[in-house]
């Protein structure tokens, strides 16, 4: 129930965090590739705060906020070590995305999860790259 909850208040705090980039949007104060990329994160937070309720119904969408933002950041690592964005953006970007991709990870319901009337979590298993090769399905 802890877990679940935690997972909701979390999924909402990404949710409106990619939210927030509409307003740079609306006011076109960055350039074309940061609009576009803005709009995509503009949408995912935007279906974030409708997985709120149900979680477990929206595992998928769960999964792929984390590892992109995983990788996201991942990227902008080795951008930031080769020089090609500035170093600060280590701090700027990539910690933040590294910590919602972890986050959601440790806290994503299980493959299988439902959740009970009352709304605790019922059953599940772990997602991830181990769910996959532990061959269970």
Partial sequence: MIRQRALQVVLGMVGLLFLAGLYPLLTMQTGAAEQMLGGVYITLGFFLLLTVRNPAAH???IGFTAWSSLVHGGIMAVQAYQNVIPRMDLYRAVLPLGIIGVVLIALAPGKGSR???DGRL?????????ASLSGRH
């Fill in 59 to 61: 595992r998928s969408l």
């Fill in 115 to 117: 959740q009970s009337t």
């Fill in 122 to 130: 019922v059953s599940g298993t772990p997602f991830g790259p181990e």
